[in-house]
């Protein structure tokens, strides 16, 4: 069947098909996310979504053309969310439907109102392509920061499936790869006009072949240096998240860590990292769990886990901070790090005073944030920019500003929230591009998986595979010199965008 007729067909349909058929194309193409990451389905997926402003009769069918498209994108994207409320099943399940799809609705409104702007636009359907590209992105940059933020699955995570067209992000980020991916997979929707099929394969096959073209030369000059003298031991304890937290379980939980760690080859190693809360004890206060803790310490080494910690007896106000800490041989904390980025729901409840629920996590305090990213001085090791869980997720969130360039990034996290499941591997992606970005190697400790350690051009080194128990043993891949998206940020991006914003203005008259 042609585009043509599809289109007419596609336009043809009104009112309830009409939106269930945007539903599905979104929900569809979210199979070209990690794990499955079926590309192709962008590509039958976007034309449709372009199509309908030609149907769109009024505002309100603008809105709902980006709106319907992306709850469906979003709903399947973010399913894994459901997992973790099944945790605890009897005191939050009644939560999954407005955690999936309510969240998804809120996101998707996002791009509602950016296909009403180009609407409003009255542009011809050339100008639409990078109209809508720019659209997208922005509203994808402002999902990012906008209540606190949620830039989870941009659309330049796709290209998960290719490390050769990521590299991208490490001149544009990953908003000019959403850019650029959004330009790509709107193209085909011209191939519905007649006169359109060179600028068709020039953005929908063309530029994906220059972007792996550059990646491929950017990784051949990139062999993979490592840093003499550190040897990193990961544990992967792959604790049931049930159990995390249970009276009768936690101490058994670190002894567990603690034989891992010690488990053959544990003489070779000079770090050991343990992930997000691996520790249920305040170890900065309790010298006994600490103690035990410094068993998995290396002869001159360091553990790195994650535990929580909180305000000693007597201070007020009281507070908890969910924390990064380096314990020495000697049973001391060399080094805390409090997480800064913290989860709604689930680390604090926004509107406490207003909302009648509880945080999703242990507890019945919200969790306090810290400070501000840091370069992590840690003794024997480079400079570390730590990350714990959910602030992988965040672009230009790795180096602090007016601090040393980190070394590396230490990437600690608890994904046993989301069983097995698409999220995990969603997860890695993510913080595969924050190396990608900053040209900075990566280790990454999950409690049920997916461990890895990263090189500064993204490629996975070593894993430990979602779900499986055992250690991970692996050299520090060397960082790379500054990229021009860790120099700049998003002002390479934001020239993008003002390229995409006067290409459609140029462009404006063109069908």
Known sequence: MSPEILKRRFCALAGWRRRLALVLLGAAAALSLPPTLVLPALFLAFPPLAWSLDAAATRRAAFGAGFWWFTGWFAVGLYWISIALLTDAAKFGWMIPFAVFGLSAVLAAFFGLATLGVHLCRLGRVARVPALAAAFTLSEWLRSWVMTGLPWNPMGSVWDISLAVSQFGAFGG???????????????????????????????????????????????????????????????????????????????????????????????????????????????????????????????????????????????????????????????????????????????????????????????????????????DLPGLPPAAPLICYEAIFPTAVVASGQPRPGWILNVTNDGWFGISSGPHQHLAASRMRSIEEGLPQARAANTGISAVIDPAGRVIARLPLGERGVLDAPLPQALPPTLYGRFGNVIPGILLLFAGLAAFFLRRLN
């Open 174 to 376: 990953i908003w000019g790869l959403s850019l650029l991916t959004y330009l790509m997979v709107l193209a085909p929707a011209l191939l519905a006009a007649p006169g359109h099929r060179r600028a068709v394969a020039v953005l929908a096959l063309g530029l994906p072949a220059l972007l792996w073209a550059g990646g491929m030369l950017r990784l051949s000059q990139n062999p993979g240096a490592v840093v003499a003298d550190v040897r990193l031991r990961i544990v992967q304890a792959a604790v049931a998240q049930g159990n995390k937290w249970k009276d009768d379980q936690r101490e058994a939980n670190l002894r567990d860590h603690v034989a891992l760690t010690r488990g053959p080859g544990f003489e070779q190693a000079t770090t050991v990292i343990w992930p997000e809360t691996a520790v249920s004890y305040f170890l900065d206060l309790d010298r006994l769990h600490r103690e035990m803790a410094a068993a998995a310490v290396p002869p001159g080494g360091l553990l790195l886990t994650g535990a929580p910690r909180i305000t000693p007896k007597g201070v007020e106000p009281f507070q908890i901070w969910n924390s990064l800490m380096a314990v020495t041989g000697d049973a001391e904390i060399a080094a805390v790090y409090d997480k800064v980025h913290l989860v709604p729901f689930g680390e604090y409840v926004p509107l406490r005073g207003i909302l009648p629920i509880a945080k999703i996590t242990h507890g019945g305090t919200d969790f306090s944030a810290g400070p501000g990213p840091v370069a992590l």
